[in-house]
Each structure stands twice: as structure tokens, then as C-alpha cells.
């Protein structure tokens, strides 16, 4: 059987972190300043009007990139160590997390929402995949992830975070088709609820 290449964690978990700050930070330079904004007098009404459009899906996947910095860390505190796969698996998140940033700035545009919506949701969506994913790895194949939990009970809260993360994603894409707004309310709503910790990981 081959041996596995066991990995220290820091150094993956310090590069994630600098990954997901420049996401965040990318974010907030996609807004946009009026093309009139040295030529006019605006008041402060004419700038949140062009503000609040763009702020709304910034706000939403600064959340949603959050809550993943956050049970990313808790993850972590849990390995041992990290492994090949896991490592892969890491960056494969990472890339996804990547893709909610262009149709953030297109949705903040104000034109083809619906458009942008989908765009946006699919992102959403593939970020839920490979989390679940690099979690599932983690805990039930890698070896490395430490808990007093029963394996029922890790299958049991594994098969609830399917159901609130992909699911609420397909969920959404088809809210699209009645009214965008609801399906980024969806999942503002759901991500809302992974800010509080759990109290036994």
C-alpha cells in the first residue's frame, strides 16, 4: 500500500487565507465611479442611487466568501495535518471562490440581472460543490481530521450542509426565472445562518 505524502497544515492555511483576502478585496474595486463624477455636482442622493446597485451583490458575496473564510478555519483547526489530495481539493475551492467575483461586478452594473443572476448563482453553486467536496474528503477519507464525533453523527450534519449549500443554489437558479431578487434573497438568508458556530465540530 502506498505510503501518503503527509503535509504540515500552515503553510496551505496561511496561503488560502491570502488567497480568499485578495477575493475580498478584488470585490470592492469592481465599483464603479460615475463617468460625470468630476464634471457634475452630485449629491448624496445621486451617489447612493449609483452606490446601492453595486453595494447589494457586493454585500451578499462578501458574506458568502466570509462564512467560507470562517468554516475554511474550522475546518483546519480540526486536521492533523494536510495530505496530497486534500491539498488539491484546497486549491480546486479556492478557484472556485475565484469565480464569484466577475459576476458580482456584472449584477453591480445595473443591465441583464437576470443574466448576471445566473451567472452569479452558477458561481455560488460550484463553490458549494467543491467545499462539500474538500469537507467530505477531510473527514471521512483523509485519516487526518480529529473529532469526538460519531461518524452517524458527521454523516447526518454532512448530508444537512448538501441540502443548505448545493441544493439551496439549484433552488435559487430557478428563482431566477420569476424574480432575481428572490433567489439572491435565498441565499443571503441561508448564508445568514452559517454565521453562528456550531457547538460541537
Known sequence: MKKKHIIDKARLENFSDGVIAILITILVMAFEIPEDFLTKEYS????????????IPYAISFLVIAVHLFNHHLLFSKMKAVDTPFIWL????????????????????????????????????????????????AIFKSGLYKTERTVKELRKEDII?????????????????????????????????????????
Open 90 to 137: 484546497n486549491l480546486l475551492f479556492l478557484f472556485s471562490l475565484s469565480l464569484i467575483v466577475y459576476p458580482t461586478a456584472l449584477l453591480g452594473q445595473g443591465h441583464n440581472q437576470e443574466t448576471a443572476t445566473m451567472l452569479l448563482v452558477g458561481a455560488y453553486f460550484i463553490k458549494a460543490v467543491t467545499f462539500r467536496w474538500l469537507h467530505y474528503y
Open 44 to 55: 448624496i442622493f445621486e451617489l447612493l442611487e449609483n452606490l446601492i446597485p453595486q453595494l
Open 161 to 201: 450542509s448538501w441540502l443548505k449549500g448545493p441544493l439551496i443554489e439549484v433552488i435559487a437558479f430557478f428563482l431566477i426565472f420569476i424574480n432575481f431578487k428572490l433567489a439572491l434573497g435565498l441565499i443571503f438568508v441561508v448564508t445568514l445562518t452559517y454565521i453562528i458556530p456550531p457547538k460541537k465540530m
